[in-house]
């Protein structure tokens, strides 16, 4: 694998995952096949890429790369793509300095002396889209503002000096109704804390309300649902320890005869209402579906679910000696009475192993008929393509049937893998609308082609309807959101 100047060659900084360190723009990009007019806005993607070496070895440095928000615009069937970093304070500071001044992932005791007490959100790991602003997003800061048109960044957001807590989810859930977004974040008020911020943000983008509420224990909570009528908190027994930091060690821990739990409280209640049921031991999952309640009353959290905790990293720090296959992954759906004061989660297997997953917008803490998730093809030949924070990158589009129906997939090539989609709805009565996904390609040991796909969202099988060729190399997106032209000329 083909080493970048500077950075070790190790699995987090070569192949798929080598630095780039690029900012630019491309115009008019070649297109295969015909965009369809419901594409028209921009696929916002945000991309983890260290703009300098490290200077202390990191077993999270896949986490810790600088925020660079890449845009994909399409319009009159046209496609271009821009690369900015996001300017945060960190990332400022760097560049003054030429070279890296913070230490290892989440753990400022590592830092150099001069950039102490200094903001250090990377903003890698999610473009939001709220109230006519993009806000770049990672759970252990605030998030930072970027202009939708030249990307430039406008500083860190904190709601006009409202917000209290000093991080910020990247996994917002945002009513589909009311246009009200719901978030929150956990190590509130400090390094290793129990202290979640339940934060709702009006549809205009003003705090509504924020309310402090302690977890069972400090927890790796990186994202969480809504239903129509309740807030859903997952804490599993991914943790931190102060003292670990102190002494130079890691952020997260993974303990693995702890138990799982499920906060519930009125989605627009008050934290003192919250109840805990309590779920199985030792299990984690990164990315929920969505969760509803049925004509029962009794309420549905569908997560990626798996044994341990997926990144390799954190179980190899925590002495957890199980393989990715050992890790029993499934789509996991816990069942629970509301309505109870507390108790245990119901689990049921719903999907296949994976993760990404995403349900139309139109749906969110709704029922809903279907939703789309990344898989790995279990017969492929061949190893997957390297890359990612866990290593490996996923080589399947599924669209699942929350009504038991057969999947429909799109199987990619043992060369070539998806990064996480989006979907981009349609009004055409019955027409499920599209995909658009980064498609990487890899071609000889540090060889990569890209692609940008649109691929039916009714029938992913069918392959894609067009295919944008980006001609620079790209590094791995972390998630992504689509903004419709509409969207973008309403906040203009």
């Known amino acids: 694998m083909g080493e970048v100047a500077g950075f070790p060659s190790i699995p987090d900084y070569v192949g798929l995952n080598a630095p780039q360190g690029q900012e630019y723009r491309i115009d008019d990009l070649e297109v295969e096949g015909t965009i369809?007019?419901?594409?028209?806005?921009?696929?916002?993607?945000?991309?983890?890429?260290?703009?300098?070496?490290?200077f202390i070895p990191d077993s999270a440095a896949s986490l810790s790369g600088d925020g660079l928000v890449s845009a994909i615009r399409f319009e009159n069937g046209k496609a271009s793509i821009q690369n900015k970093y996001v300017d945060t304070a960190r990332h400022v500071a760097e560049v003054k300095a030429g070279h890296a001044l913070f230490g290892k992932y989440r753990n400022p005791f590592t830092d150099?002396?001069?950039?102490?007490?200094?903001d250090r959100t990377v903003a890698n790991t999610t473009p939001v889209w709220h109230a006519g602003m993009l806000l770049m997003a990672k759970e252990d800061g605030r998030p930072y503002r970027v202009d939708p048109e030249t990307l430039e960044?406008?500083?860190?957001?904190?709601?006009?000096?409202?917000?209290?807590s000093e991080t910020m989810t990247a996994h917002v859930r945002i009513d589909p109704a009311t246009g009200t977004m719901y978030a929150y974040g956990y190590e509130a008020d400090g390094l290793a804390s129990k202290m979640i911020s339940y934060i709702v943000v009006n549809p205009d983008g003003s705090l509504r309300s924020e309310q402090m509420f302690e977890a069972p224990y400090c927890s790796m909570m990186h994202d969480f649902t809504i239903s129509e009528n309740y807030a859903l908190f997952p804490?599993?027994?991914?943790?931190a320890y102060l003292e670990e930091m102190r002494a130079g060690g890691d952020h997260w821990y993974h303990e693995q005869d702890w138990p799982s739990w499920l906060?519930?409280?009125?989605?627009?209640?008050?934290?003192?209402?919250?109840?805990?049921?309590?779920?199985?031991?030792?299990?984690?999952?990164?990315?929920?579906?969505?969760?509803?309640?049925?004509?029962?009353?009794?309420?549905?959290?569908?997560?990626?679910?798996?044994?341990?905790?997926?990144?390799?990293?954190i179980r190899e720090a925590s002495g957890i000696h199980l393989q990715p296959w050992e890790l029993n992954g499934r789509l996991a759906r816990w069942t629970v009475d509301p309505k109870a004061n507390g108790g245990e989660v119901t689990e049921t297997v719903i999907g296949p192993p994976g993760d990404m997953p995403m349900i139309p917008a139109d749906r969110q803490g709704r029922p809903y008929s279907h939703g789309w998730m990344l898989t790995m093809n279990p017969e492929m030949q061949g190893p997957p393509v390297l890359g990612g924070p866990?290593?490996?990158?996923?080589?399947?589009l599924m669209r699942i049937d929350m009504a038991g129906g057969p999947p429909r997939a799109l199987v990619l090539a043992p060369n070539e893998c998806f990064n996480e989609a989006v979907h981009v709805p349609s009004?055409?009565?019955?027409?499920?609308g599209y995909m658009l996904t980064v498609v990487d390609r890899q071609t000889g040991p540090d060889d990569f082609e890209h692609e940008c796909w649109i691929i039916p969202a009714g029938d992913p099988g069918q392959g894609p309807v067009a295919r944008v060729t980006i001609p620079r190399r790209q590094r791995v997106q972390i998630h992504g959101w689509w903004v419709s032209r509409e969207q973008l000329e309403a906040a203009r």
């Open 153 to 164: 960044t406008l500083g860190s957001h904190d709601f006009d000096g409202a917000l209290k």
């Open 235 to 239: 804490v599993y027994p991914t943790t």
């Open 36 to 54: 369809p007019p419901e594409v028209d806005g921009t696929f916002f993607r945000a991309v983890p890429d260290p703009a300098f070496p490290p």
């Open 427 to 432: 009004n055409e009565e019955g027409h499920e």
């Open 263 to 313: 906060g519930v409280m009125p989605r627009d209640g008050d934290v003192a209402d919250m109840k805990w049921f309590k779920g199985p031991v030792g299990v984690h999952s990164f990315h929920m579906m969505n969760s509803w309640e049925d004509a029962d009353g009794m309420l549905h959290f569908d997560a990626c679910l798996s044994d341990s905790n997926a990144f390799p990293f």
């Open 390 to 396: 866990v290593g490996a990158m996923f080589n399947v």
């Open 112 to 118: 150099k002396p001069q950039v102490q007490g200094m």
